[in-house]
Every structure is written in structure tokens, then in C-alpha cells.
């Protein structure tokens, strides 16, 4: 080992001290025990106890400056999954701004360092799997387009007409990534 | 930490019964696939001595057809788990060995060795990574590590 790597471990050792005491934190271990009960994450950190009770969102918060994939995971909570926080009766105004953008399909900010392409998948994946919350988009359809859109209803069947476009961009997504992996392999 | 080597010989086992459908039908069959595990799990499977936390996600590299993609999919929802749409865009060195994790007639996985893997993190996801590589340097980092990290100029120095 040289001296400047030796120096580099000594120097690792005096954080990693200090990351152990935070990993001890009460709050860190009540809030990494809450989301390991859920399946949010798993981990092999010792003395993470799984627990039922919600944490409070003043702990997330910390903890997730502990580590990253809990922030990372915290807008998707809010929205999906509230019942593990405990709320205060008013929210941090980052925090008021995230769940509105996500519930209401706007522009997301970054939240608390994490931008939001690393945050947003986790909106479909929390909770009930699949499901972000829908967002109202309106099109310009011809009289033609209308008249199709009523037969793949009541053929298909579907439940309502936005099914009937979700299954054909489903169906458009599955052909695209089955054309670009044969075009990968030629 | 779910048993990967069991989801990929469930998948395995989906290939050839499909497989074997296809050729009573008529119909083409898939080919072999490899499947190659990058990313936290891949540092789990390893076993290391350090303090891990994985999010449900897995990435992969992975060279199959779309509906064995759909089912291993399907595999990893049956276990809380989610295949990372991204996966494919993960950087790893090219210096990158894979070793055996299952070996199936139609599906390979391998898992991506440990140095790769928190060179990938350290370059690419710094911050997100930072108590993980901290921890590494402070345990003993081997010499291939700081032969990586100089080569894809790695700055070590913001883990210490």
C-alpha cells in the first residue's frame, strides 16, 4: 500500500466512524426499520429492528441525509404511501411542492438534492404497483379516430376509452423495444 | 437478500417450457440468453464486508427477447422486486469481470465482480454512494480499486 493510499484510509476511517454513530442515530434506525418492513429497502446495517409504527416525516428527513435512497424514496411515500409518516400539520414548503407536482403531473423539482428523474420512478413502483397517479391530458381526436376508439371499446373489451389507449401505447412500447433489441443484434 | 440464482433458474425453466411449446407448434424458439447483474445486488451476491442498503430495483445487462424480459419481470414482482428500465445504461469499466451466478440451458446469469461495481458508483453516483466507498477505503480497498480509479480518474479523495 503507498503512503497515499494509507493516508486515504486513515482519513476513511475517522468518517466512517462518524457515519457509524449516525447509523446508531434512533431516528435513522426507526425510520430505516419502518421502510425495511415495508419492502422498501433492505439492508445488512446491525441493529435495524423492523417496525410496524409510522416514523415521523421530521426523522425521514434526516435520515435521509444519512442515506440517499431513503430521500430518494420519500416523495414516492408521500404520495403512495402516507400511513408510514407521521405528518405535521403543516409541511415543509419543499415538501407541500413535491407531492403537488407529482399529484398533479407539473414540472418536479429537485427534492433535497435528488433530482427528479432518480425520485419519479419510484411514484409507479410504492404502493400499489403500476400506478402513478393520472394525470388529465386532452386530445384532438377526427370523427373517425372517435368511432374506432368506441369499437376497440366494446370489442376489446375496455373499461373506458382511455383503457383503450393505454393498452395500444402498451402495445406500441412492447413492438418499439422488440424492433430496437433485434436491431441491436444485427 | 432474495436468491437471484432462483429467480434465474425459474426464468430458465419458463424458456425451456416455452421452448418446448414453440417446437410442438411450429413455432421459433428463443434463443440463449445472458444476464448480467450489475449494481447493489451485485455487491450483495459478493458478500462483503460492508454496510449495504438496496432499494427493490435490480439492473441488469441482458440480452434476451422482450417476452422473457416481461417474464423474469414478472419473476421479480412475485418477490417485491422491480427490473431497472435503466439498467442497460449503466456504465461499467471495461475492465469489468463477471462471474458465474447461475448457469441454466437457456439462461446465463453472471454477477459483475465488486471493484467494478464501487468504481461504476464512485465515478458515476458519487454522492449517493459516498458512506458505501468511504467505507471500503476505510476497510482496505484492494489495489485493482485504486488501479480503476486511476484510470477512469476517480477523485478519492471526496470519500476521506
Known amino acids: ?186 | 437478500m432474495y436468491n437471484w440464482a432462483q429467480i434465474f433458474q425459474a426464468l430458465d425453466q419458463w424458456v425451456a417450457r416455452e421452448n418446448i411449446r414453440a417446437r410442438a407448434e411450429g413455432a421459433r424458439s428463443y434463443p440463449s440468453c445472458t444476464v448480467r447483474v450489475l449494481g447493489q445486488a451485485a455487491l450483495w451476491v459478493a458478500q462483503l464486508d460492508l454496510a449495504l442498503t438496496v432499494t427493490q430495483d435490480l439492473d441488469v445487462y441482458a440480452d434476451y427477447e422482450w417476452p422473457v424480459q416481461q417474464e423474469l419481470e414478472r419473476l421479480l414482482a412475485e418477490n417485491g422486486k422491480v427490473l431497472d428500465p435503466h439498467g442497460r445504461e449503466v456504465w461499467m469499466p471495461v475492465e469489468t469481470r463477471y462471474e458465474p451466478l447461475y448457469e441454466g440451458r437457456y439462461v446465463e446469469a453472471l454477477v459483475a465482480d465488486p471493484d467494478a461495481v464501487l468504481i461504476s458508483k464512485a465515478l458515476k453516483a458519487a454522492q449517493k454512494n459516498d458512506a458505501l466507498i468511504t467505507e471500503y477505503l476505510a476497510k482496505g480497498a484492494s489495489e485493482r480499486f485504486f488501479d480503476l480509479a486511476r484510470k477512469y480518474r476517480v477523485d478519492l479523495e471526496q470519500f476521506a
Open chain 1, 1 to 186: 500500500m503507498t503512503h497515499i493510499q494509507s493516508d486515504l484510509q486513515a482519513r476513511a476511517r475517522m468518517r466512517l466512524r462518524a457515519l457509524r454513530r449516525k447509523h446508531r442515530d434512533p431516528r435513522f434506525q426507526r425510520v430505516m426499520g419502518r421502510f425495511v418492513e415495508d419492502g422498501l429497502l433492505e439492508t445488512n446495517i446491525e441493529g435495524i429492528v423492523r417496525r410496524r409504527q409510522p416514523v415521523s416525516l421530521d426523522d425521514a428527513l434526516w435520515a435521509g441525509t444519512v442515506e440517499p435512497r431513503i430521500m430518494e424514496l420519500l416523495p414516492a411515500v408521500l404520495v403512495k404511501k402516507p400511513r408510514l409518516l407521521r405528518l405535521p400539520k403543516e409541511l415543509p414548503e419543499d415538501v407541500a411542492e413535491v407531492i403537488h407536482a407529482i399529484r398533479h403531473g407539473k414540472t418536479a423539482p429537485s427534492f433535497r438534492g435528488i433530482p427528479p428523474e432518480q425520485y419519479l420512478p419510484w411514484v409507479t413502483q410504492v404502493g400499489r404497483k403500476g400506478r402513478s397517479p393520472s394525470v388529465l391530458k386532452s386530445f384532438r381526436f377526427q370523427h373517425d379516430d372517435v368511432l374506432r376508439l368506441a369499437r376497440l371499446r366494446a370489442s376489446l373489451p375496455a373499461r373506458s376509452d382511455t383503457e383503450v389507449v393505454r393498452m395500444a401505447l402498451e402495445l406500441i412500447e412492447a413492438a418499439t423495444q422488440q424492433r430496437s433489441s433485434k436491431d441491436a443484434k444485427a
